[in-house]
Nanobody, 116 residues
Framework: QVQLAESGGGLVHAGGSLRLSCAAS???????MAWYRQASGNQREWVAT???????NYADSAKGRFTISKDNAKNTVALQMNSLNPEDTAVYYC???????????WGQGTQVTVSS
């Protein structure tokens, strides 16, 4: 079991960048890791995934602007967000899904606000 804690959110102008970090309480080597976001009044949507072996996938809204990465030695996952626009404003959540079971964990989220 792992606990997740997001950090790095904040206020940024349109066109700017932010780097979010997700710190896990234990090894993430056997987890598929992902970032989701939830704008006010909207449903939570998937943003990006990095699987346990390192392959990545992105939502169309993130492709070309966002990069997901991980550091297994530090038990951290990052989301580099460039060319931000107001539509990216949301609470961003880190998610872990076990490679070997149905176990799933969520962080409490970090607020990202992009001003126009």
């Amino acid at each position: 079991q792992v606990q997740l804690a997001e950090s790095g959110g904040g206020l940024v102008h349109a066109g700017g960048s932010l780097r979010l970090s997700c710190a896990a309480s234990g090894s993430i080597s056997h987890y598929n890791m992902a970032w989701y976001r939830q704008a006010s009044g909207n449903q939570r949507e998937w943003v990006a995934t990095i699987r346990w072996a390192g392959s990545t996938n992105y939502a169309d809204s993130a492709k070309g602007r966002f990069t997901i990465s991980k550091d297994n030695a530090k038990n951290t996952v990052a989301l580099q967000m460039n060319s931000l626009n107001p539509e990216d404003t949301a609470v961003y959540y880190c998610n872990a899904k076990s490679r070997f079971s149905t176990y799933e964990a969520w962080g409490q989220g970090t607020q990202v606000t992009v001003s126009s």
